[in-house]
């Protein structure tokens, strides 16, 4: 069963919110990870502030676990193939729908785009499909 966490919650939606608007406030760049990550490790300009973007998404939850003592468990009830799919397929769904999660449902939907608000519709509704799809027919946890 999922564990619900209304305070650690919404800390960390706050500060991937502030995360966000920093970026675009101070580099005029929209905080999408998928783009982040794609163009850190391409050639051309832009990668310092990437790269540490990026280090930034990785050392906080490390970070979060040394000093305040929080475990942030790794496993998955899904097996690792279809794990290895899922990937697959969001790398195809972020490359068709022109960025991810982050990018349309946090800085998208802040700037009223109305793509991102039909990408992030879509989104929910493919993830609640597929909640109950592994947990109700598939029986996953």
């Not at 990550?37 to 990437?50: D, I, Q, S, V, Y």
């Not at 050392?59 to 929080?70: N, S, T």
């Amino acid at each position: 069963m999922t564990e619900f966490t209304p305070v650690q919650s919404l800390l960390g939606g706050a500060l991937i919110g502030l995360a966000a608007v920093l970026l675009m406030a101070l580099h005029g760049r929209i905080a999408g990870m998928t783009g982040i990550l794609a163009a850190a490790f391409a050639p051309g300009a832009g990668r310092g502030w990437r790269l540490a973007f990026l280090a930034g998404a990785i050392a906080a939850p490390l970070l979060l676990m040394q000093m305040a003592g929080v475990q942030i468990p790794f496993d998955s009830p899904v097996p690792l193939g279809w794990t290895a799919v899922s990937g697959l397929v969001v790398g195809i769904g972020v490359t068709y729908g022109g960025g991810c999660t982050s990018g349309h449902g946090v800085c998208g939907m802040a700037r009223l785009s109305a793509r991102s608000i039909v990408a992030t519709l879509t989104f929910m509704l493919a993830t609640g499909v597929t909640v109950y799809v592994t947990r109700h027919l598939l029986g996953w946890v």
